[in-house]
């Protein structure tokens, strides 16, 4: 059982707006700004898109964010496009071990 | 640009000891923390534990009795050494650069699988 909750799916058409949950508890999400979100794709690695609830690395399109609100996380995909069509998994660090979410597989319709 | 890359059996008898390597090509290990991160098949990711090139690590409690990081002496790679696993052990292994202050990983290798099996 993963320790942070995400919805086993979500979708959208293209152009669309998406929002991912991911629910933890005031231990770990709602404690720590150390929220990060990562896009597995079959194939490839594994791709930070968020880190720190809300920053992007270098190179992730401004379509991606991150908020917070109490123990929820959120990521938002905007204007989505098909490339954006992968599982998404949520992940938080409470000083102790890192946690992930079971993840979320985005379909782009 | 920094590049991760896992290599070791696919194929590990229960009880016995897995182990793998990540070699890191484009950069230096030092200065950083590497992590391992599993996925066993239709579940979610779960972090085992990282180390820095110092020897410094630090293991998940659930996987601590078992688990073992080295770092090459070449310092270009670093192991990951699992004793007494079972079924539960079967999943995709990643080597990942931890992102040190923002606590997320931030360069991943493209996984291997390993399968727990007699």
């Known amino acids: 059982q993963s320790a942070l909750t995400q919805p086993p799916s979500a979708s959208g058409s293209p152009g669309q707006s998406v929002t991912i949950s991911c629910t933890g508890t005031s231990s770990d999400v709602g404690d720590y700004k150390y929220v990060s979100w990562y896009q597995l794709h079959p194939g490839k690695a594994p791709r930070l898109m968020i880190y720190e609830v809300s920053k992007r690395p270098s190179g992730v399109p401004d379509r991606f964010s991150g908020s917070k609100s109490g123990n929820t996380a959120s990521l938002t995909v905007s204007g989505l496009q098909a490339e954006d069509e992968a599982d998404y998994y949520c992940s938080s660090y409470p000083g102790i071990a890192w946690v992930f979410g079971g993840g979320t597989k985005l379909t782009v319709l | 640009q920094v590049q991760l890359q896992e290599s070791g059996p696919g194929l590990v008898k229960p009880s016995e000891t897995l182990s793998l390597m990540c070699t890191v090509s484009?950069?230096?290990?030092?200065?950083?923390?590497w992590s391992w991160i599993r996925q066993p098949p239709g579940k979610g990711l779960e972090w085992i534990g990282y180390?820095?090139?110092?020897?410094?690590?630090k293991y998940s409690p659930s996987l601590k009795s078992r688990v073992t990081m080295s770092v090459g002496t070449s310092r270009t790679q670093f192991s990951l050494h699992l004793t007494s696993t079972t079924a539960a052990d079967t999943a995709v292994y990643y080597c990942?650069?931890?992102?040190?202050?923002?606590?997320?990983?931030?360069?991943w290798g493209l996984g291997t699988m390993v399968t727990v099996s007699s």
């Open positions: 990942a650069r931890h992102l040190i202050g923002s606590e997320a990983f931030d360069v």
């Open positions: 180390i820095h090139y110092s020897g410094t690590t």
């Open positions: 484009g950069g230096s290990i030092i200065s950083y923390y």
